[in-house]
């Protein structure tokens, strides 16, 4: 294929009515934690827990969107964004996460809504993006049935609300990250740690998906695309044993999910790698149908890539998993899996900078399911930013754009249906158990003032939103 090697080519032009946007989440951008009626999620808990969260910080304020949403929605607007991608805070509609709704939720993701129509910009909602209400939790969390089945009822409840206007419905953001690292490793809300747990959850996470799109179909009254993003794993093998390590983790990773939701059965082979943890009697009959689902998009979020190898006790220290700060294991079933160091550069949470992973990966499920429209839902980088004489200017951000929409680009030439493309994030927002340290917007926000300043990143995009071709 012609381009840079590199990645780092101009004036590529997409096909009409590819989708450029931005992505956020709830707990991480709107703040107002404790008013009109908003009860606390797993991650108000979480967060409050000592040692848990860099700093001790909080989503209590984040960016305050929630009392700038005007101004945000003209941010949105002037970056010529066609959609947004925002998730609804379940304990902000739902305080108990089932029975009484609360108005002024409501009222406010009505304002969300009203607001990107009239601006133009597409609304992409987001069901479940990590903040489970804390009653829910309480109540056993994502590894009982219960939540699933309430989760159903949320999204029923949701499209009757909005379900004239959302133009594109995701379930969930991300599961795997709800289940192995909140019931599996610890670092994410609600900090938990069993194994049996963490595959509990995922079937549950699934089933709640199934659940969700059934509700949702039920009660809209346009014709909207329904969809779940999925942060899919990129591996690559080392070794002689890295063919092993990628099976494991691609069986609990990658096909503990696509295999319910695209294909309507958990595989094989990960009943036999997790068969000392679970007996997965949690699945019902009746479950694979529920969960398996037509699909209008998938959406894939996309960082970086892992490289693996099965891990030898007589070589010494096992290293550590491809995620940062962890305390348990998220990979059950493939604990003996070794996460390699890879080279650089990388981004400030030091994941590496691949370009040609995103192309490996969502090549690999184009292949695997090539009647199946895909989005690139997340991608984005961390770094350093700094603001001087009012101008952020993150060259490295820009880099990494680019090349990233080169490898998309080239995706697409090869014949990958790929839709569109958000980037993470608009806002630098609470990074979860990083809190405020990590800064992935192409707007910055000063926490302080909450005042938003533009990065060259987001100038670059929005010339790349307006013409549709990466800019030289």
């Not at 009515?17 to 999620?41: C, K, L, M, N």
């Not at 069901?127 to 829910?136: E, G, I, K, R, V």
């Not at 994502?142 to 029923?156: I, Q, S, V």
């Not at 490295?396 to 680009?409: F, I, M, N, S």
């Amino acid at each position: 294929m012609q381009g840079s090697p590199d990645f780092r080519d101009s004036g590529l032009e997409f096909p009409p009515g590819f989708v450029f946007g931005s992505a956020t989440a709830a707990y991480q951008i709107e703040g107002a934690a404790h008013e009109d009626g908003r009860a606390p999620s797993i991650w108000d808990t979480f967060s409050r827990i000592p040692g848990k969260v860099v700093n001790g910080d909080t989503g209590d304020v984040a960016c305050d969107h929630y009392h700038r949403l005007d101004e945000d929605l003209d941010l949105m607007k002037s970056l010529h964004l066609q959609s947004y991608r925002f998730s609804i805070s379940w304990s902000r509609v739902i305080p108990a996460g089932t029975g009484q709704m609360n108005s002024a939720g409501l009222d406010f993701y009505d304002r969300v809504i009203d607001g990107l129509l009239e601006r133009g910009i597409t609304p992409t909602v987001t069901l479940y993006h990590w903040d489970l209400p804390q009653a829910l939790e309480d109540n056993g969390g994502w590894p009982a049935r219960d939540t699933a089945e309430a989760f159903g009822e949320y999204a029923r409840r949701m499209g009757e609300r909005y379900g004239d206007r959302v133009q594109t419905w995701t379930t969930l953001n991300e599961p795997w990250c709800t289940a192995h690292l909140g019931y599996g490793s610890g670092v994410h809300a609600p900090g938990r740690q069993d194994p049996a747990d963490v595959l509990a959850a995922a079937h549950h996470l699934n089933l709640a998906h199934g659940l969700a799109i059934q509700a949702l179909r039920g009660v809209v009254r346009n014709d909207p695309d329904f969809s779940v993003t999925l942060n899919l794993h990129a591996l690559r093998p080392a070794g002689p044993t890295g063919a092993e390590a990628v099976r494991r983790i691609d069986a609990v990773g990658n096909r503990i999910w696509t295999g319910p939701m695209l294909s309507g059965a958990y595989p094989e082979d990960l009943f036999t790698d997790t068969a000392k943890i679970t007996d997965w009697s949690f699945v019902r009959d009746g479950d694979l149908d529920t969960i398996r689902q037509p699909l209008d998009v998938l959406g894939i979020n996309y960082y970086s890539t892992k490289l693996v190898q099965m891990w030898d006790s007589a070589s010494g220290e096992r290293a550590v998993s491809g995620n940062a700060i962890l305390a348990g294991n998220p990979w059950p079933g493939a604990e003996d899996v070794e996460f390699l160091p890879q080279p650089g550069p990388h981004t400030a949470m030091g994941w590496n900078i691949e370009p040609a992973g995103l192309m490996e990966l969502v090549g690999s499920i184009a292949r695997a399911y090539p009647e199946l429209p895909l989005m690139i839902t997340e991608n984005g980088a961390a770094f350093e930013d700094t603001v001087a004489a009012g101008r952020v200017h993150d060259a490295e951000r820009v880099d990494y754009l680019r090349r990233h929409l080169t490898a998309v680009h080239r995706l697409i030439e090869t014949g990958v249906d790929v839709r569109g493309y958000f980037v993470w994030s608009l806002l630098d927002n609470y990074e979860w158990a990083y809190g405020y340290a990590k800064r992935f917007g192409i707007v910055h926000v000063d926490y302080d003032t909450l005042v938003r300043t533009k990065k060259d990143s987001a100038l670059w995009f929005a010339e790349l939103a307006r013409t549709g071709r990466i800019p030289e």
